[in-house]
């Protein structure tokens, strides 16, 4: 009763704020050009805000050309919300301090909001390879290896999107490819066609769940995945030559890694390494004697200013970060999640070169 609760209240003061970015939003636009607030404006204020969750819905129950160009549609608006929104905060606050006349705040404010809008959808067109080297504790010999993560395969990114990164991936050449979450976004119904281009990797393949899978349903996701190379690990540990590769399922529960970690049979002599969707706290990570662990979830807030706010559920968000024992390495993310669009984030492709660990002389 208090799960259910707490579900209701979050539900209630999401939607609110919800609404109340959609009022803020649009009451702003309307006044630069001049138009009053009538029935029209709060209907529109309801249907997009409705959008996005109810494109989303059509999408899975009967997708077709429709249905997908309206959920594309609404999901870029989102993503111009919550960059009008900003945007237009900062006018707010300019203007308590400087008298502007209200056609030049409605000019530069209008353009600014196209202009970084445009910017951000084509900024996520773009993958970045990002390579880079890493110490790994016991490890004998280099590997060069892939990790991807957020994908999100979906409406909007398919399986064409799928089909470049893993030629890509072909390229690079690595001994084996993680895929830390995420694989799916949501928005589609789950075919084996869809991540068919899976098959094509030369490298082995290791995937892990992420909270999407979740809520597309574990069964489902599974089904779709057997058709596809990728050796799935769920609370498990499978081995690539002289390393470890563990695999954990996605929680939002912050001590999940000290109560899984434990039941994993690791061997603290043997190079590990840990796929994780959430980039968690290092330290039952490093009890378990795993010299690195890769992670995705946070896609570095995707739009500017949420980096910023991911920084208040997340200690880290991105990139590379060590301690004596172990290293956590946070990709941005492959692809976008709801907004096609990255505004201070790029999508990328990972490239980790694995080299033996260099002891400190005394």
């Not at 609110?16 to 029935?39: C, K, N, Q, T, W």
């Not at 084996?176 to 119904?189: H, Q």
Request: a positive charge; proline letters at 5%; zero cysteines.
């Amino acid at each position: 009763m208090k799960r259910l609760l707490r579900i209701v209240v979050v539900a209630f003061v999401f939607v609110s704020i919800y609404l109340a970015m959609h009022f803020y939003v649009l009451s702003e636009l309307f006044h630069f050009i001049g138009i009053p607030r009538g029935y029209g404006f709060y209907i529109l204020m309801i249907v997009l805000s409705l959008s996005f969750i109810g494109t989303m819905v059509l999408e899975r129950t009967m997708p077709n050309v429709f249905t997908r160009v309206l959920y594309t549609l609404s999901s870029v608006w989102l993503g111009v919300l919550f960059i009008s929104l900003w945007i237009l905060l900062i006018n707010s606050v300019l203007t308590l301090f400087i008298e502007i006349p209200l056609l030049v705040q409605g000019t530069y404010t209008l353009s600014l909001i196209a202009l970084i809008s445009l910017y951000s959808l084509h900024n996520a067109t773009r993958t970045n390879i990002t390579w880079m080297t890493i110490p790994l504790k016991n490890l004998k010999k280099p590997l060069k290896i892939v990790q991807l993560t957020d994908i999100h395969i979906g409406t909007i990114r398919s399986s064409k999107f799928l089909k470049k990164i893993v030629e890509t991936v072909n390229s690079i050449n690595p001994n084996f490819v993680v895929i830390t979450g995420d694989l799916f976004d949501g928005s589609a119904p789950l075919t084996k066609e869809i991540v068919s281009p899976l098959n094509d990797l030369k490298a082995p393949a290791y995937f892990v769940i992420g909270n999407h899978e979740i809520y597309d349903g574990i069964a489902g996701v599974s089904e779709i995945l057997k058709s596809t190379k990728l050796k799935v690990l769920r609370n498990e540990k499978s081995s690539f030559k002289e390393i470890q590769i563990i695999g954990v399922d996605f929680s939002d529960d912050k001590k999940y890694l000290e109560e899984i970690l434990p039941r994993i049979s690791i061997n603290k002599k043997k190079p590990a390494i840990l796929l994780y969707h959430p980039p968690a706290s290092l330290e039952p990570v490093e009890k378990a004697g795993i010299g690195l662990q890769l992670s995705g979830h946070t896609h570095k807030g995707q739009i500017f200013p949420f980096n910023l706010f991911v920084r208040l559920a997340y200690p880290y968000v991105t990139g590379l970060h060590t301690t004596e024992k172990t290293s956590l390495y946070i990709s941005p993310g492959t692809g976008t999640w709801g907004p096609p669009m990255r505004l201070g984030s790029r999508n990328e492709i990972t490239v980790i070169d694995l080299v033996k660990e260099m002891k400190n002389k005394k």
